[in-house]
Structures are given as structure tokens and as C-alpha cells.
């Protein structure tokens, strides 16, 4: 592994400029990379079309036996015919004891009987069919041909199969053909019985080679019960395998690889349960995996492409990277000399952008960290001037409003007392209450002297609601918190509502903090301006400009309150307004626990 660590220096010795040492190192990863996938795209289609093939090849042979099958059992019902008539079982059993006469119309009888059937069916690999008696007598031919003279027919081994078998159907092959024998009896006469044997071409399997989409020297055989071939759905080649792939077909079904080289053949087999004889599908490798010599083919000419790209583009990319490591040397020099004004400009997204952006970010924390705080400091004052320029004089009013209070009383008009009386007690709370820091209760007190108001303002217009949780009430918030809120919403909300309007104020608290929310159900914000809203409240406070927009309807008030909140508690403080065209306005202040 030592060579591999030491194999950067060898580069940077031997190619001591970047863009040398760049070009190189994209050749050598490209061609590394491009030949690991290449050989891996290559195993794991062999496996994959391997696999596949030999799947589709078992299901191929399943399909061919499952036709073979279909069209036996249709053939062995032709010879059953028989057996739907009393008439012939009884001619069969009292054969022996007729006159000549009955004898010969028997047999013209029953030989119409199964040419009727051949012929109703019309069977494009029908040769002829020859009706024995159990003494091996031919009793009719659908050709006037003959096996043999009876001791013949009773020696031979297909008529002994067929008597063996004892009512089911036996295959057996013969050049040129195959055919089916069945023993038809009465199952009260043991002795008495017939064998009907019928002959047929490989039409069948012919068929069943042009429907089965084989490849061009690919080729199936039909082997009988003694593994013997009897069919090669080769043009022209006689039914043969070579005794060692046939060896090894001795299960009822499976499928192997034989032979070597481009000979290698896939091998798939099964073996049919009615008729006891097995399909062989035989399939050359250099056919089923001659795609992949196409994916070879491709993957060569990709790679060169690549190569020639590569280093195209090594170039470009290193003329592109050299460059601005060059701007950032002579950068560093300039902040080196002492001047910490200098910014790098790279726009760029890679290492070398992130470390200028990394130091033009390091710079500008350092000047925003001066700035914030000296900034903070003015801005808080301004609110706090601003706010105290609200109170216009509340010492003046206050006993001016006790005048009004005791002029109302005196007449006895009540509405102007009560309104005195409010007012009076929120410039109190202003005037007597000089810290920052207020309880939850004590703003409770001064909005419901500012919703007195209102209510005799309204007449009644306003429907207002405090849903607050107890132990909220020592809370500690920043004074002239709610009145900016609740005054927002009755002069932007319920004020230009047709009709009446409520203002709901609720307090509670999560895991996550304690929420103080103001809802109205007034005319609502439209989703442009709502958008303004939010946006002004993303911008940082210590800019020289900082105001919600005019065209968003929202007071000076709710400025002053996010602004203070923001100053004082900073990440710990979230605030969030929701509202819809026509449905109302939600705002909710969020303090993290």
C-alpha cells in the first residue's frame, strides 16, 4: 500500500503543474472507471440473460408437452368409441360363436364406426387405424392394410403393451411415425376384447416446431419412454443425440449445460405423465447470448469515445480550475498586505469556490458582528422613543380626562364616563408603569380598558373574547405588546367589516413555548399583500431601512412590536401571520420556552 500513498508524489514530481497533473488524473480514473463498469455491465447481463433464458426454455418445453398432451388425449377418445354403443361390447364378447355372415358385418360395422370418427374430426397426420380381435385376427383396416398374420400381431410388443396396459392408452413409435393402441373390452370378459390401433405422421410435432418461436439452430426432439429419440424438429436431421447429453436426461425433468466452447448447448427436458414421453429442447449458447456481443461491441467504442472526451474536457477543466486558484493567490496577498476590505469574487460551487466563499463569509460575520450590535443599540432606542412619543404626554390627558370624567358624572351621561374612565386608566398604566418588562395581566387590564372604549365606539359592533390560561397571567412580556396587536385588528379588520365583527385573544402554552394569539374575523389581507408582509419580516433589523410596506395595512404599532421582541429575544422569539381575503386575520406571537 506504501506505493499507492506515495503515487501523488511520484505525479506532482514528475508533472509539477496542476493542469498536467489534472489531465492525467481524469485519464487514469476514467479508463478505471469506465472498465469496472464495463465488466460489471457485462457479468451481471450474462447472469441475468442466462437466467432469464433458462427460465423461458423450461416454460418453452412445458408449452410444446402441454400441446403433445392435448392433442394425445383428443386421439385416445377417437378409440373409446366403442364403448358408447352396448351394441359392439356385446358383439365383441359373442364374437367368437357368430356365423361368417355376422362376422363380416360386424366387422364392416365397426370399422365404420371408428372411420366415422377419424373422418367427423378431420386429423391432418391420420394415416390409418386396424381393429385386432384377442386372437390377434385383424378385423378391419382403414387402408386394407395388415400388421402381420395373427401369431405375428400376437408377438409383438406394441400389441402386448396395449393388452398389459388393460383398457389405457399406449404410445409407441415406429420410422416415419408414432401411434396409439388401446385394449377395448366388456369388464365382465377378460378373454374377449379387441385392440384398436391407430398410425399418424409427425404433423403434430411439425406444427408445434413452426408455432414454437425457436431460434435458427435451436431444435426440440420428442424421446420415448425408453429415452430413445423418435423426433428432430431439425429440417432434414434424422433423430439423433449424442450419448453423453443424453445420459444425463434421466429425471422427469431438469435443465443442464453441455458441451464446450461455441458448442455449448442449453439443455432443457421434461417428461410428459400421459404419455410417458419426454420433450427435449436443445438451444446453442452463441444464440442466446449473441446480444451481448453487441453490448460488447458498444461498450468498447463508449470507452474510446470517452477517452477522447475525457481529455478534451481534462483540459478545459483544468485551464478552468488553474485559473482561479491564480486569482485567489493574488487575493490572499492583497488581505496579507492589510487590506481587509478586498473580497475574493469566484462564483464558483466547488472546493475552490467554497473556500472563497468561506472567507468572503468570514469577512462579512466579522463586519455584520460590528454592525448588528451598534446598530441593535440605535434601533432599540428608536422604538423606544417612538413609543414614548405615542404616550403624548399622558400626565396632560390624564388630568384632563379626570375633568371630562367628573363633568360626565355631574350631567349624568354615563357613556362619556366610562369612555373617560378607560382611557384614563390606560394612560395610568403608561404613565405609572415605567419598566420594559410587564405580566400577562397587567396588558390584559389595559386592553380591556381599550376594547371599553371601542365597544361604546362601535355600539356594540365589536364581540370581544379572552380565552387566557391561568398560570399565563405572571408571564413576563415586553410592555405594549397587545394594544398594537388588538388595535390592528379593529381598525384593519372588523372596522371596514359590513356588519358585526369579533376579536379573540387567546394565551396558552406548549412544550415548545408560550403562544399569545389575536384573531379577528374582519376583511382579511390578500395573498400579494400577506406575501409583502412576510417578506419585510425576513429582512434583517439592522438595516438602514426597516418598515413593514405601507400597502400591506399593517400599523406602525405591529413594527414596533415585532421589532422589540426581535431585538430583545432574537432566535427565542417567532412571530406569524395568517390571514385570508375576506375571512379574517390570525397573529401569532411565539416565545421558545
Known sequence: MRWLQSLPNIFMALFPRIRTTLLLSYFVIILICIALISTASFYISYNSMAERVETASAQMVRQIEFNMDNDFHNKRNLLLAPYYNQEYIDNINAYPGMDNQNKFLFRQKLGDLFLKGFNITPIPDFIRFQIYYSNGELLNSSDNSSFGSASEVLRADWFRQAVAKDGLVTFFNSPGMYSTAMLIRDFSNPIGFIVVRADYTFGLFDG?????????????????????????????????????????????????WTGSGDAKMLVSYTRSQYSNWKTVLIMPKTEIFSPLDKIKTTAIWTALAALVVSTILSL????????????????????????????????????????????????????????????????????????????????????????????????????????????????????????????LQEELVQIEAYMNIQGIRFEGKIDYKQEIEEELLDFPMLKMTLQPLVENAVFHGIERKRGKGSIHLKAWREEDGVYIQVSDDGVGISEARLEEIRDSLRQPLYQEEFKLPAAANMGIGVQNVYARYTIRYGEGFHFHIDSRKGKGTQVTLHLTA
Open 208 to 256: 408445434i416446431r413452426q408455432r414454437a418461436d425457436l431460434t435458427v439452430n435451436s431444435r426440440f426432439l420428442i424421446l420415448n419412454d425408453s429415452n430413445a429419440p423418435i423426433y428432430d424438429s431439425a429440417d432434414g436431421r434424422q433423430a439423433s443425440i449424442d450419448s453423453e447429453t443424453l445420459a444425463q436426461i434421466h429425471s422427469d425433468s431438469g435443465k443442464f
Open 316 to 439: 478545459l477543466f483544468g485551464r478552468s480550475i488553474t485559473k482561479p486558484i491564480l486569482h485567489l493567490y493574488k487575493t490572499v496577498n492583497h488581505i496579507k498586505r492589510g487590506d481587509f476590505s478586498v473580497r475574493v469574487d469566484i462564483k464558483r460551487k466547488d472546493e475552490i469556490g467554497r473556500i472563497a466563499m468561506n472567507f468572503n463569509a468570514m469577512q462579512d460575520e466579522l463586519q455584520k458582528q460590528i454592525e448588528t450590535k451598534y446598530v441593535y443599540q440605535i434601533k432599540l432606542q428608536q422604538m423606544e422613543l417612538a413609543l414614548l412619543y405615542s404616550q403624548i404626554n399622558p400626565h396632560f390627558l390624564y388630568n384632563t380626562l379626570d375633568s371630562i370624567k367628573a363633568m360626565a358624572d355631574y350631567y349624568k351621561v354615563e357613556e362619556i364616563g366610562q369612555m373617560s374612565q378607560s382611557l384614563a386608566d390606560m394612560f395610568r398604566y403608561n404613565t405609572r408603569n415605567s419598566n420594559e418588562i410587564v405580566t
